[in-house]
Every structure is written in C-alpha cells, then in structure tokens.
C-alpha cells in the first residue's frame, strides 16, 4: 500500500497540473481573453469621433432651421395672398351693393378670416400630411392648389357677399329682390363685377402650385440629406 502512495505521489508531481501562478498561462485560454466581446476604443478614436458627432449635429439642426424657416415664410406668405383676395372681395361686393356703412368691420374680418383659414387648412392638409409620409409630389401641389382657390378666393368671397349683401338689406342700398329668386336676383346684380375675382383666382392657383413644389423640394432634400449622414 505505501509502494502505490508513492507511485501515486510521483504521477501527480510528474503531471500537467500547473500551480495557480506558476508558469506561464496557456495560449489558447490567452486568445480567449482577446476574441472575447468588441475592444474598447481608445481616446484617440473617441477624440477623432467626437467632431464627426458634432458635425452632423449641427448640419441636422442646419437643415430643420431651414425647413422651419420655409414652412412659417411660405404659409405666412400664402395666407397674406388671401387676405389681398379678402380685400379686393370686399371692395368689389361693397361697390356693387353701393354700401358705405360698415367699412372698418367688413374689411378687418375680409383680411383676417381668409389669412387664418389658409394658414390652418395648408398646415392640416399639405404639411401635417407631408411630414406623415402620406402624399406625393403631384398631391403635395394638388393640395396646396387646392387650399389656394378654396380658402383664398372662394371663401373670401362668399364671405364679403353674404356679409355685404346684409348691409345692403339692412340700409336699403339696392332694391330688394322679389320673393322665390332671391339668389338669382344678388347674381344678376353683381355678374359684371364679380368677373374681376379671376385675377385672384389665377394668382392664388399659381402661388399653390409653386407654394407646393418648392415645400416638397425641400422636405425631400432635407430627408435624403438625413439618411446620408445617418
């Protein structure tokens, strides 16, 4: 038995166990500890990337100031078309009904109503629905078109006849119509001079086309741009 302990002893000590801290560590279990995970950068490369980050920071903010910019000159500018539209309305109905009275009052909301309903439809309809994805380019400009001859002229100009037309029922400016054709009469009364709203009507189409087309343009320049840097 003491003759098999001894020969025990001598395998262990001839043996590949290795004390911990003894010798030098294998080089297969040195490989795992390099392969293992990605490597930490160093400072020099978080030195390099740093302005590279800074960089495309500042040219995103570069181009939403510049999108911001189009999208509060181009709808103040288009509502300020309308409000014009408003005013010639207004002068051409009150000259056709021949009403005096009310001037302040009629052309102070033929000015403002128009400006803040074309304001809020092209938000609502052309830019909420462009930042959404929704719409092309054909029906960017159709809706800015659109928004254009709807609360730019057609608007406007029920509004000064229906507020016009009061004034005039009210002072007796014009004769009354007759009872069963009331709308046929106010027509006929103001066919000639309701002719000059296709001026605006042209002006507004056009300030929507061109409006849309130059909104898209840059919506779709600042998104590429974004998918570039990203």
Known sequence: MAALGREAGADLRDGSVVPVGA?????????????????????GDAKLERPMVIEII?????YLRKEKALNIY???GFGTTASFSGVLANFIFRHCFKVKHDALKTYASLTTLPFLSTVVAYKLFVTDALYSGNISKENCVLRSSLTGIVCGVLYPSALAFIKNGRLAVKYHTVPLPPKGRVLHYWVMLCQTEIK????PLVFQTVVGVFNGLQHYAVFESTLEETVHED
Do not use: C, N
Not at 34 to 42: E, M
């Open 58 to 62: 500042e040219k995103k903010i570069e």
């Open 23 to 43: 010798g030098e560590v294998p080089k297969h279990i040195k490989m795992a500890t390099y392969t293992h995970g990605q490597p930490s950068p160093s400072p």
């Open 196 to 199: 000059a709203m296709v001026l």
């Open 74 to 76: 181009g709808t103040v």
